[in-house]
C-alpha cells in the first residue's frame, strides 16, 4: 500500500492510501493457480483531516480539465466531496497506470487501422462485403 500525503490550499491535511494491481491471480476449485495481466489502482482510504472515507466512493474523476479524488461521505446523505490531486500525486499513484491504458489504446488504434488497411487490400483484390467471399460482385446478396 503507498501514502500519499498533502495539504489542500484551504489547509485541509488529506492522505491517501493506494495500490496499484498490474496483476490478477486465483486458484481454481481444482487448486490450479491462474494469472492475467490487469490493471487499476485501488484506493483504500482517504483521511481528510481526521474523516475517514473507505468504499466504492472513492475514485478519481476529471472537473474542468484537474484530475480530483471523488469522495462519497454518507451514502444516506449522499454528501460528495472533490479534492484536488496535486501533480506530483497524481504521477505517483496513477503515472503508471495511465502510462499502460495508453498503450493499450494505442495497440488498439494499430490494430483497427490494420484492419481497414487489409479490408481495402481484400475489396481491391475482389472481396465482397456483402456476402464476405470472394464471389466477385455477382452473388444474391
Known sequence: ??????????????????????ETTW??????????????????KVVVN???????GLKRTNIDG??????????ATKTKIHVQLPDDVNQAVWGEYDRIESAKAERRKAAAKADRE??????????????HSYCYGDCQA
Not at 500500500?1 to 498490474?22: C, L
Not at 481444482?30 to 485501488?42: A, L
Not at 481526521?50 to 466504492?56: A, E, F, I, P
Open 1 to 22: 500500500m503507498k501514502i500519499n500525503t498533502w495539504t489542500t490550499a484551504k489547509g485541509a491535511a488529506i492522505e491517501m492510501h493506494t495500490k496499484h494491481v498490474t
Open 27 to 44: 486458484t481454481d476449485d481444482w487448486g490450479t493457480t491462474h494469472s492475467k495481466p490487469d490493471n487499476f489502482v485501488i484506493i483504500d
Open 50 to 56: 481526521d474523516n475517514v472515507y473507505r468504499g466504492q
Open 66 to 75: 484537474q484530475q480530483c479524488i471523488h469522495l462519497y461521505n454518507d451514502m
Open 118 to 131: 487489409e479490408l481495402q487490400t481484400k475489396i481491391r483484390n475482389g472481396y465482397c462485403t456483402k456476402c
